[in-house]
């Protein structure tokens, strides 16, 4: 075991995107002697968000914790921060991906993520937007998660086919894992 998997924390950061931002706070997490685990960062609307899973020793945590709050003010940033442990996962056996895309209509990535857990699959990851299409409105959505192995795929396929139907939107499924 590494002193960088003794103590994890989960930084984001949020903020009017530019230039250097990703590199004023790697430096930070740097300087504390924090290691990045995991991350990622997005553009939503003219705000960057940054989401960053830190370890560290106890001494680096805690210095990144009372660090961060002054430097989000100085870059204008909305920050928050939990502590963490390593992710357990649970035992499945396999990983897909599914994308889908149809017309957007209100709902529909409430009702797929309700699916999801109504026969209790943890989402991993999900990206959606939408864009314009022969003058028409389309949202996309691509989930990644585990099919634990309690649960029956064939029987997850033939539902979410239903669903898909219910709610018109067309869709793959590839195993990634």
Do not use: W
């Amino acid at each position: 075991m590494t002193v960088f998997t003794n103590h994890q924390i989960v930084l984001t950061a949020i903020g009017e995107d530019r230039p250097g931002i990703v590199s004023e706070l790697t430096q930070l997490v740097s300087d504390c002697h924090c290691n990045i685990i995991d991350s990622r960062i997005a553009i939503l609307g003219n705000e960057f968000t940054f989401i960053m899973l830190l370890a560290g020793d106890m001494s680096a945590i805690s210095r990144i914790e009372h660090t961060l709050p002054t430097k989000g003010m100085e870059l204008g940033l909305l920050t928050m921060m939990k502590r963490t442990a390593s992710h357990v996962a649970c035992e499945f056996c396999a990983g897909y991906t599914l994308e889908y895309t149809g017309i957007d209509t209100p709902g529909t990535l409430s009702k797929v993520t309700r699916f999801f857990a109504d026969n209790h699959i943890s989402i991993c990851s999900l990206k959606s937007d939408t864009y314009e299409e022969n003058d028409e409105l389309k949202m996309r959505c691509e989930l990644e998660f585990n099919i634990p192995v309690e649960v029956d795929i064939d029987h997850f396929k033939v539902s979410f086919e239903d669903l898909s139907r219910s709610l018109n939107v067309d869709y793959i499924f590839r195993r990634i894992r």
